[in-house]
């Protein structure tokens, strides 16, 4: 029997026995087959040594979930696109897409489970990572960078960066795109926030006292920018202030220093604080680790705590990719994903209880069921989450949408896999020179379902399968 057709074998048996997490979980007694322990069909998806640009060799394994659809999304109306990161708002997602048509693509998802493509938006040349909406969907924020800074991180020896024929990067777009989405079948380009020369990376988006505040992270200069949105006379952001962790924890900052080399103002989220309800900006702050913010007065962020010590990172230190923060029977609890770039080591995530956010615990450290090398960029490495009911869920680039159960303590300090789909691999379109499917990057609660991004393979729209246990 060909890998192929074992794997295809036990994505059977898997599908006969979705959601049997729990090892005891036997099937009735008049099945006649033998009950597949999950974990064994997620290795399956998993095991290492063959070829991840072969599609074939990657047949859909799922527990606890299904694929409802998928969405080949087109950059310019006739050709396919790497898509990254995507923001959603009732009715409409925005999904970023990168070269050969860097931007964002509108959705319309009034159907959640039958999303369809009702414009696009182009933003030049740059490197788009980030997009997000104001609430009502009037307005998009995209974060652009230089993509000449990406080519050397994504691209293999050989590969031919740019592709030829492409345009060349241009120094004008970079910044933060302000885009009018009133009418959402048509885009239009509003403004941009230059501000720092090596652009932005990621963006989050609330409203404080009636005002809509953007804060954008320099990847590369370290900083994090709080920006006011304003439309007249015409739509324009203010610069309100600036995070750098060097002026806020300066003994915190100058240990990381000391040992990493990746000090990136990476991504961050802003929400309300779980416990006490003010504004709470979250940083994750590559190797620098976690900075919490209290941001009621954004002209002058009151800094809370931090935390840089995250044991098994991908490279031997800790990189803070994305954080969530959530309450957790009274107490404050961060999940921290971090993001392993290419390495040889598949990337942890990070329990913290903050409930004292200047006294952080580690309660816990996952990493991937089994050792799993990173062969090929980013392969086995964590990356966006979203907590839903006490629920990570989290893309795991090739290892597809894994659902980690930390809604107690208990499970806080010792969390559970309780479903994961890999999606099947299917015909790539190259991100850089990145081939293989799946690349799962962001995932997004929309209606019952959830927006799963593929980089290399598409929207790929999933579905709970069965009552969490
Ligand atoms: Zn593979």
């Not at 404080?208 to 304003?230: C, K, Q």
Request: contains cysteine.
């Amino acid at each position: 029997m060909n890998t192929a057709r074992q794997l295809l074998t036990i994505l059977i048996l898997g599908v006969l026995f979705a959601g049997c997490l729990s090892p005891d979980n036997t099937p009735p007694d008049d099945d006649p087959e033998p009950a597949v322990d999950p974990l064994d069909l997620l290795e399956s998806a998993l095991a290492d040594g063959h070829d991840h640009s072969e599609v074939a060799l990657h047949p859909e394994v799922a527990s606890g979930f299904e694929e409802v659809t998928r969405l080949s999304l087109d950059g310019d109306g006739a050709q396919r696109v790497p898509i990254l990161e995507m923001d959603a708002t009732p009715g409409l997602a925005f999904v970023a897409t990168q070269r050969p048509h860097p931007g964002f693509i509108v959705l319309d998802t009034s159907s959640p489970r039958d999303p369809e493509q009702i414009g696009r938006y182009s933003a030049g040349t740059p490197y788009v990572a980030d997009v997000k909406t104001t609430p009502d969907g009037r307005w998009v924020f995209v974060a652009t960078q230089p993509e000449t800074l990406f080519a050397t991180v994504f691209g293999k020896p050989g590969a031919p960066t740019p592709t030829p024929g492409e345009p060349a990067p241009y120094a004008g777009d970079v910044g933060i795109h302000i885009v009018d989405t009133s009418d959402p079948t048509a885009p239009s380009f509003a403004g941009l926030y230059a501000g720092d020369a090596t652009g932005y990376h990621m963006l989050t988006l609330t409203e404080i006292s009636g005002a809509t505040y953007v804060m954008g992270t320099t990847l590369f200069a370290g900083h994090v920018d709080i920006l006011r949105f304003e439309t007249t006379p015409t739509p324009h952001l203010v610069p309100v202030s600036t995070f750098h962790p060097a002026v806020h924890d300066a003994a915190l900052t100058a240990e990381s220093a000391g040992r990493s080399y990746i000090p990136e103002a990476h991504d961050m989220t802003v929400a309300p604080d779980p416990l006490e309800g003010f504004p709470l900006l979250s940083v994750a702050h590559g190797s620098f680790g976690l900075f919490f913010l209290d941001l009621s007065d954004p002209s002058a962020p009151r800094y809370l705590g931090g935390w840089n010590d995250g044991p098994g990172g991908p490279y031997g230190i800790m990189f803070a990719h994305t954080v969530r923060v959530v309450e957790v029977e009274g107490t404050r609890v961060a999940f921290v994903a971090s993001e392993a770039l290419s390495h040889d080591r598949q990337a942890p995530a990070w329990v913290v209880d903050v409930t004292e956010f200047n006294a952080p615990k580690l309660l816990h450290t996952w990493t991937l069921p089994g050792e799993h090398p990173i062969t090929e960029h980013y392969l086995y490495s964590t990356h966006n989450i979203e907590i839903v009911d006490g629920r990570v869920y989290m893309a795991h680039y090739h290892a597809g949408l894994l659902v980690l159960d930390i809604s107690t303590r208990e499970r806080a300090a010792a969390p559970v896999l309780e479903a994961f789909i890999v999606p099947g691999g299917v015909e790539t379109v190259p991100f850089f020179a990145i081939d293989y499917s799946p690349m799962v990057f962001d995932v997004f609660p929309v209606g019952d379902v959830f927006y799963v991004t593929d980089v290399t393979g598409g929207l790929r729209v999933v579905a709970r399968t069965e009552a969490v246990g």
